[in-house]
T-cell receptor, first 111, second 114 residues
Framework: GQSLEQPSEVTAVEGAIVQINCTYQ??????LSWYQQHDGGAPTFLSY????GLEETGRFSSFLSRSDSYGYLLLQELQMKDSASYFC????????????FGAGTRLFVKA | ETGVTQTPRHLVMGMTNKKSLKCEQHLGHNAMYWYKQSAKKPLELMFVYSLEERVENNSVPSRFSPECPNSSHLFLHLHTLQPEDSALYLC?????????????FGPGTRLTVL
């Protein structure tokens, strides 16, 4: 079957760096993306990696290794507002619409 | 209105009721999606419409019936639901084209089936 694995919860302190890992097993692969969802809110897009390597957007970075079927989201200089759920997602083929999501990682940022 | 809107935000219904969820996107996108989000489970893709044609149907029970009258509106008609159908139902839209079709989500409808 197709699946994405990510930790269910991560806790970190304000100002720290946290890494959320994602491994995937899908029939096709056309990029790994990350979404953030605050309690009671809608998922919002954070980043996308189609090729191996690191993509940086402000305090957030995302990494992909296609040979390892692995990626991570790196959050730096953590702020309380970063407390949310983070989902990795794989689009299983180009030109298609089917996006497979992980179950999400709940990040708790403590003062 | 901007982005993706969904109504109602909360819905409680009995197993014999018929109700509809509505989604509207104001982004000029040409693809729309319905997802089901249950606690501690991955988002489950239910249906995808591209240019008003259904292109994905993920083995969803027939008690869920989608409708896409135009590229801006998407409905999910519900009838004879089961308690296990209680969940957050999210609508999303994207623009089909080159590169990654980032999905923009609505706030969701919290559905409770009694």
């Amino acid at each position: 079957g197709q699946s994405l694995e990510q930790p269910s919860e991560v806790t970190a302190v304000e100002g720290a760096i946290v890494q959320i890992n994602c491994t995937y097993q899908t029939s096709g692969f056309y990029g790994l993306s990350w979404y953030q969802q605050h309690d009671g809110g809608a998922p919002t897009f954070l980043s996308y990696n189609a090729l191996d390597g690191l993509e940086e957007t402000g305090r957030f970075s995302s990494f992909l290794s296609r040979s390892d079927s692995y990626g991570y989201l790196l959050l730096q200089e953590l702020q309380m507002k970063d407390s949310a759920s983070y989902f990795c997602a794989v689009r299983d083929r180009g030109g298609g619409f089917k996006t497979i999501f992980g179950a999400g990682t709940r990040l708790f940022v403590k003062a | 209105e901007t982005g993706v809107t969904q109504t109602p935000r909360h819905l409680v219904m009995g197993m014999t009721n018929k109700k509809s969820l509505k989604c509207e996107q104001h982004l000029g996108h040409n693809a729309m999606y319905w997802y089901k989000q249950s606690a501690k489970k991955p988002l489950e893709l239910m249906f995808v419409y591209s240019l008003e044609e259904r292109v994905e149907n993920n083995s969803v029970p027939s008690r869920f019936s989608p409708e896409c009258p135009n590229s801006s509106h998407l409905f999910l008609h519900l009838h004879t639901l089961q308690p296990e159908d209680s969940a957050l139902y999210l609508c999303a839209s994207s623009q089909r084209g080159g590169g990654y079709n980032e999905q923009f989500f609505g706030p969701g409808t919290r559905l409770t089936v009694l």
